[in-house]
């Protein structure tokens, strides 16, 4: 895929973010800017290695990546949810079978 759909982030993000290394490929992003210079990712990810594509939660403060498992209240993980969707980051398979276990 030539151009990765970057969502509603602020250029330090983007100045920070890889799209391709040598251990994955980003597919798809729907990002979420949260104020604070908190900026929350889900991304579709091939990953090199396995051949396999993934989805990658992450998250960002102050342009810089931060190597923890990110947490959200349910309101603002609808957001990021939400742009995730509309990005384009999970299949319709995958969404058929989210609403099937709602």
């Known amino acids: 895929m030539n151009s990765v759909p970057r969502g509603r ?3 330090a993000y983007d100045a920070f973010v890889a799209e391709k290394t040598a251990y994955q490929e980003t ?7 949260f104020g604070n210079g908190h900026t ?8 090199r290695d396995t051949a396999e594509e993934e989805i990658r939660w992450c ?8 190597p923890r498992p ?8 609808l957001r ?9 980051v999970f299949t319709p398979r995958f969404k ?3 609403k099937q276990i709602l």
């Open 40 to 47: 929350h990712v889900l991304e579709r990810i091939y990953v």
């Open 27 to 33: 597919l798809a992003r729907g990002t979420h800017d």
């Open 96 to 98: 058929q079978q989210l």
């Open 59 to 66: 998250y960002w403060k102050d342009g810089r990546f931060v």
């Open 9 to 11: 982030v602020g250029l």
């Open 80 to 88: 990021l949810f939400e742009a995730a969707v509309a990005e384009h």
């Open 70 to 77: 990110p947490d959200l209240p349910e309101e603002d993980l």
